[in-house]
């Protein structure tokens, strides 16, 4: 079949950087799915962009969809014609639907009966036909937060639309979007190509965008910048490989700044050394939110007074384009010396009135009253997990109180970072000024956790205390909305009592939080219960993240374990256990014992029942009361010191003697005493499992 290549190119104002990768992304996976609905046969995809154009290249794309054979089943042949073999209502409606006359319809034999049936050749629409109506629904389905309207027009897009470009093998594609008819006209850089540019082909369309200075392609863009900012620091100072000069390149700022520029050209801009006693962390984010500049260090990390900016055109006065952004940014660090001098004026205690201002919720009062929470909070974590209660608990009371200095209130982003600074300015001790600033940790997937125990502790506190506040007044998340970021705040629970090795029993730490509100508020008697089972359930996510099994998952969960970190170690002891050659039969064998105690008056559990070995009848079940009375012994002190795997290596020589013993005996003998007898024997091997994970879980 005959194939073309397509562009589309749609001409629009700035759009909004960060917004692009999104679009660019949904316009291929869009136009993918109706490709492939339509049937329209194509090689490859490509979506590119740049400040002024959202592109669209399809390589290859067939210049028809294939014939298709159309069957249509109509009336029974009773049901076709009247006694006088006249054609009935039903198949002269038959036919008009399928566009014939009766005359055109065949009959259809089967053993089944007789049908008539319409056969036709339908051939395949023309890919110009079809393009305009994937292009607009694609379009119209694009992830838009707000849209705009302009003009006098009705019609809403993220950026106004100025040109369209359309060419289908070289050909203008008769196209119409938003009141623009398609061409094969674009424009190129708004400073070095102001005027029309006519695209002579799709082949020459990158090439001639180029010459106008537009690189469209994103990735290339990208890439550019990344090489350049290396290129430019190596040119400005001398030997900086050899002395660990670098530029810190932020992969989200480089995104953003690649969507803002048709033609990077990377710089070095520098500023005073006097600035440089501000925390690094406050000029970083100037320089970053405001500006868009990429920072440089030194081998040892410290911040140099020097910045990589991205010029979005090529200057013939270069240095003048140097000294406008030195310009510019000057005031901004100004600002930030300015904010960091005046916060230290004040210590930390002294700004928690302020908090009262801030409310954490309507119906859970200020930020000053969670302050006081932690305070208490804090120190009761620490002295399960056997941390300084003292730090902990004054770490906690303090852990807010940087949201309301003037640096964090410009660059919100920093709450933390400058408690940090602010306490140690306080002289208050390392531990505790590093804990206002780790009980943020971790903020997102991947991050690090809090390093030390003590904000391990206001950090457990700080998650704990929302949790238990939002679940209680009502509004636990419900399908995608979170907007107390509570899935995130439980996962980070998990997270820091694995990372941490942490011994705590979660559902007593939810206990003493919901206390912490009880003076003021009243919650549902099963609150504790609520909030334990929606963290613990956060297990399930966390674990399909790494590749374990729901099935794992469940057989841990239905065990009573209250502690994170003993969860998760039952979790890889059983993971273990599953690759082990015995594991199949003795999973098997667990839900056969499981299924059997069901019917009889035993139930499934932990503890071991009194077996009368007076009563064996034959060698297999000596065998296999002996197996388990040996597997008591040795698995106790494993199971003390928390060595599941071990336990569960220990258990699977019980396969064996276990296999052995459904071979030859009958459980359900005659003789009740006999029956119960075997029974209990069969509750005892299987509390042996039960006292790890359920194992009969791993059976579905």
């Known amino acids: 079949m005959q194939a073309k290549d397509f562009l589309l190119e749609l001409g629009l104002e700035e759009l909004p950087p960060k917004a692009m990768p999104v679009l660019m992304q949904s316009l291929k996976q869009h136009m993918e799915s109706g490709l492939h609905a339509a049937e329209l046969s194509y090689r490859e995809i490509e979506v590119l962009g740049a400040p002024r154009r959202l592109v669209l290249i399809i390589h290859e794309l067939a210049t028809k969809q294939n014939d298709r054979q159309v069957e249509r089943r109509g009336p029974a042949k009773q049901a076709a014609y009247d006694a006088e073999g006249q054609p009935t209502k039903a198949l002269l409606g038959f036919a008009r639907s399928c566009q014939v006359d009766v005359e055109a319809l065949e009959l259809l034999e089967t053993d089944k009966g007789a049908w008539m049936m319409f056969r036709a050749n339908e051939p395949g629409r023309a890919a110009e036909a079809i393009l305009p109506e994937l292009i607009q629904q694609s379009l119209q389905q694009l992830p838009i937060a707000k849209r705009m309207r302009w003009g006098a027009s009705r019609n809403e897009f993220i950026r106004p639309l100025h040109w369209l470009l359309a060419l289908y093998g070289n050909e203008i594609l008769p196209l119409e979007i938003f009141g623009i008819s398609s061409g094969r006209d674009t424009r190129g850089h708004r400073a070095h190509s102001p005027g029309v540019l006519t695209i002579e082909s799709i082949e020459r369309y990158r090439d001639q965008l180029r010459d106008a200075k537009v690189i469209v392609d994103f990735e290339e863009r990208r890439t550019s910048i990344r090489r350049q900012i290396a290129d430019v620091v190596s040119e400005v100072f001398p030997a900086a490989k050899e002395n660990g000069i670098q530029a810190v390149i932020d992969e989200d700022l480089l995104t953003e700044v690649t969507a803002l520029t048709d033609w990077p050209v990377a710089m070095v801009g520098r500023f005073e050394e006097r600035f440089l006693e501000v925390p690094a962390e406050c000029l970083i984010s100037t320089m970053k939110e405001n500006q868009k500049y990429f920072h440089i260090v030194g081998a040892d990390g410290a911040m140099l007074a020097a910045f990589v900016f991205i010029a979005n055109l090529q200057s013939k006065d270069p240095e003048k384009v140097v000294a406008g952004n030195e310009r510019v940014v000057r005031p901004r660090l100004s600002d930030a010396a300015f904010f960091y001098e005046t916060d230290r004026k004040q210590t930390l205690e002294s700004r928690l009135p302020k908090l009262e201002s801030i409310l954490f919720q309507k119906s859970l009062g200020t930020v000053l009253e969670k302050s006081k929470r932690l305070e208490t909070l804090a120190a009761t974590v620490a002295t399960l997990i056997k941390a300084d209660g003292a730090q902990a608990s004054r770490a906690g009371l303090l852990s807010k109180a940087d949201l309301v200095s003037d640096m964090v209130l410009e660059f919100p982003e920093l709450q933390g970072t400058m408690g940090r600074y602010y306490a140690i300015h306080d002289g208050e001790p390392a531990e505790l000024a590093a804990a206002i600033e780790e009980h943020y940790w971790p903020r997102f997937a991947g991050d690090r956790v809090p390093q030390s125990k003590i904000a391990a502790s206001v950090a457990l506190a ?117 690759s082990m050659p015995e594991a199949e039969a003795l999973i098997a064998a667990n839900k056969r014992v499981s299924n059997i105690l069901a019917k009889s008056d035993l139930q499934d559990s932990a503890e071991p029942g009194s077996v009368d070995d007076r009563l064996f009848q034959n060698n297999e079940e000596r065998a296999l009361y002996d197996g388990v009375v040996a597997c008591e012994d040795t698995t106790r002190p494993l199971l003390i010191s928390g060595h599941f795997a071990e336990a569960l290596k220990e258990l699977a020589q019980l396969k064996t003697v276990t296999d052995k013993f459904f071979d030859e005996v009958m459980v359900m003998a005659e003789d009740p005493a006999l029956r119960d007898n075997r029974l209990m024997l069969l509750r005892r091997l299987r509390a042996l499992f039960l006292n790890i994970a359920d194992i009969a879980e791993l059976s579905s």
């Open 462 to 578: 700080d998650r704990l205390d929302t949790l238990t506040g939002i679940f209680g007044i009502g509004q636990a998340p419900t399908g995608t909305k979170d907007p107390f970021a509570l899935r995130r705040a439980a996962l980070g629970v998990l997270r820091i009592c694995i990372e941490h090795s942490l011994d705590l029993d979660l559902y007593e730490v939810i206990g003493a939080a919901i206390s912490g509100y009880t003076e003021t508020r009243s919650f549902d008697p099963e609150l504790q219960t609520i909030v334990f089972d929606y963290v613990f359930d956060r297990f399930r996510n966390l674990y399909e993240e790494q590749g374990i099994s729901s099935a794992a998952f469940l057989a841990v969960r239905k065990r009573p374990v209250r502690s994170p970190f003993e969860f998760h170690q039952r979790i890889l002891a059983v993971e273990a256990f599953r």
